[in-house]
């Protein structure tokens, strides 16, 4: 999967010239990390054995704060979620959750946060939200906005449709427990034993973009089409199959890019969940970049970057594990 990434990474940059283009400065620039997933307790392992730090990564954190405000023209920073670990202790969470944001509060500018599944193991939405200064509207966590005129970023609450973070009796829930009653037959719904294809995304850790946001989506990009503005769209949960464990996609990823592809303004789509990273370009030459995960930088290294914004491209820079990425577009 990595020599894949990478071979679609320098396919993409040779074909569309990326060397002419480096002397032109960026429109802006923002930081980006994904899945710190602190958590004070001993270094442990995901379900598959991959060495997880759960201390380190609050270090990672505190090096990207650091180095984003020493760029100094660093404009934003996006979390891609997952801010705390499931493992924390439950008692703790409220202090966990807070002693994080505390960090990335010592970034000079705006930060902008979105939620993932381990967040909502630690904390319901109503707790969440709040820390987290997401604005929110009965518990939803997507919203949208434009740094300058001519970009607009789209941040997707891939978990409205979830079995975890709403109320047991809530809507949403019982929707998402419907949905993995039909697609998951296994007892323990975080197990893929038995699903083939992309079926095996039909997990409990995932989710699902409800019909009210589809809605909200379309009609941001209705407006953004009106107002001549590229679109950078937000989510935990990956929308693209394409370099991606079919385990860690959004339930109805194919819903919300059939919304996307109706429109042209959409360039890039960032997300967090998938902790190896990833590239792909989609049918309609939409790039996919997830990025990998800050909990899996062994002590001494990294994961984390800025990305500069240009007419006609957005250009990762990463640090140690975080791959650097160009994704040139038509503008």
């Given amino acids: ?75 934003f920073v996006m979390n891609f979620g997952d801010i705390v670990d499931g493992h924390c202790p439950k008692d703790q969470s409220i202090d966990v959750v807070k002693e994080v944001v505390n960090e990335f509060e ?13 967040c909502l193991y630690n904390l319901p939405r109503d707790k969440l939200l709040p820390l987290l200064n997401i604005p929110s509207i009965d518990g939803r966590a997507y919203y949208d906005f434009s740094p300058i005129p001519e970009y607009r970023f789209v941040v997707l ?22 949905i993995l009653r039909e697609k998951n037959p296994n007892t323990e719904k975080n197990s893929p034993d038995g699903l083939v294809g992309m079926d095996r995304r039909f997990l409990m850790y995932n989710g699902a973009v409800g019909k009210e946001q589809l809605e909200w989506l379309d009609g941001v990009l209705q407006d953004a089409t009106k107002l001549k ?14 370099f991606t464990s079919r385990e860690a996609i959004l339930w109805n990823y194919d819903e919300v890019m059939d919304v996307i592809h109706c429109y042209n303004c959409v360039k890039v789509c960032l997300a967090g969940h998938d902790h190896q990273g990833g590239h792909s370009v989609d049918s309609h030459g939409i790039h996919h970049r997830v990025l990998e995960a800050a909990l899996e930088c062994p002590p001494g290294t990294d994961a984390f970057g800025y990305i500069d914004v240009y007419e006609n491209r957005l250009s990762l820079v990463g640090t140690d594990q975080l791959q650097s990425t160009d994704m040139c577009f038509n503008p």
């Fill in 157 to 178: 609450d891939g978990y409205d449709i979830s079995a975890i973070g709403w109320p047991q009796d809530h809507p949403n829930t019982l929707e998402a427990l419907k």
């Fill in 1 to 75: 999967m990595l020599f894949g990434w990478k071979g679609t990474t320098h396919i993409m940059a040779s074909a569309n010239g990326v060397a002419s283009l480096q002397g032109k400065r960026p429109l802006f620039s923002f930081g980006a990390i994904a899945d710190v997933q602190y958590a004070d307790i001993p270094d442990g392992h995901s379900f598959i054995g991959i060495p997880r730090y759960y201390r380190h990564s609050l270090l990672v954190l505190q090096r990207a704060v650091q180095k984003w405000n020493n760029h100094q023209k660093i404009k």
């Fill in 229 to 242: 503005q590229k679109v950078v769209v937000c989510c935990h949960l990956p929308l693209d199959p394409g």
């Fill in 106 to 118: 010592k970034f000079n500018g705006p930060v902008y946060h979105m939620i993932g599944n381990h």
